[in-house]
C-alpha cells in the first residue's frame, strides 16, 4: 500500500486533470457522462493508479446508516473522490456535492471535471481540499 502522503495526493491530483485533458482531446465536448467517465477510468489504470467507480457513500447520523442512493463517480488511490459532469454550466450543488462525499467518505482531496467546455485546464476543472 501507498504511503499517503500531501506530495502522492496532490500527485494524483495532477494526473487526474492530465487524463481528463488526454480523454477530452479524443472526443471533445459533447457526449454524456456515461461515456467520459469510463475512458477517464481506464486512462487513470493505464497510468497505473487503482480506481474504484460507482458505490455507494455511506451516510451515517448518530449511529444510524441512513438508506440514501448516493454514489462517486470515481474514487482514485483510495484518496482522491472524482465527480465528472458533462454539463453547459456548472452549478454550485455539484461543489457541495462534491466536497460532501469527501467529507462523508473522509478523503483529503476531491476534482470535479466537466467535460462539457473548450479547454479542461482552464473552464473544466476545479479541485478541492478537505479539512
Known sequence: MKT???????????QV???A???????GPGLLEKVYEPCLK?????RGFSVTKQ????????????PAKLRFDLLVDDCVVVEVKAVKVMLPI???QLLTYMRLLKKPK??????????????????FVNE
Open 17 to 19: 486533470i492530465g487524463a
Open 42 to 46: 481506464h486512462e487513470l489504470e493505464l
Open 4 to 14: 499517503l502522503t500531501q506530495k502522492h495526493v496532490n500527485e494524483i491530483s495532477f
Open 55 to 66: 458505490l455507494h457513500v455511506p451516510v451515517e447520523f448518530k449511529g444510524i446508516i441512513l
Open 94 to 96: 455539484f461543489e457541495a
Open 21 to 27: 485533458i488526454e480523454v477530452h482531446k479524443a472526443f
Open 110 to 127: 476531491g476534482v470535479l471535471l466537466n467535460f462539457c467546455c473548450t479547454n479542461i485546464y482552464k473552464y473544466g476543472q476545479k479541485t
